[in-house]
Nanobody, 123 residues
Framework: QVQLVESGGGLVQAGDSLRLSCAASARIFSSRAMGWFRQAPGKEREFVAGFSWSGASTYFADSVKGRFAISRDNAKNTVYLQMNSLKPEDTAVYYC????????????????WGQGTQVTVSS
């Protein structure tokens, strides 16, 4: 049973914007903190953005601060990643994930993952 489903990826030009969505099951959305990661070819999966356990705080990787925003719609059990001023180095598969405890930035603390959505930024 698929618990997290991402959508919204695509091919864009540098400077463009994209909004990714992650639809979660109600059980996952209500019991876990959500985050976004990305993985480029030949590189390790890295943290992009996430919520604190309470949902009151947000965190961002230095590489996306000021350009990306994370938000949530509790009525839809959905988390969004708004990506602005995209750069070619943002090209990666983006994953939505959920954790019950632990560091917001470590992939190892997340126990549910989506299938990923490809984002390609051309120069």
């Amino acid at each position: 049973q698929v618990q997290l489903v991402e959508s919204g990826g695509g091919l864009v030009q540098a400077g463009d914007s994209l909004r990714l969505s992650c639809a979660a099951s109600a059980r996952i959305f209500s019991s876990r903190a959500m985050g976004w990661f990305r993985q480029a070819p030949g590189k390790e999966r890295e943290f992009v953005a996430g919520f604190s356990w309470s949902g009151a705080s947000t965190y961002f990787a230095d590489s996306v601060k000021g350009r990306f925003a994370i938000s949530r719609d509790n009525a839809k059990n959905t988390v969004y990643l708004q990506m602005n001023s995209l750069k070619p180095e943002d090209t990666a598969v983006y994953y939505c994930a959920a954790r019950s405890q632990g560091s917001y930035s470590s992939p190892a603390t997340y126990d549910y993952w989506g299938q990923g959505t490809q984002v390609t930024v051309s120069s």
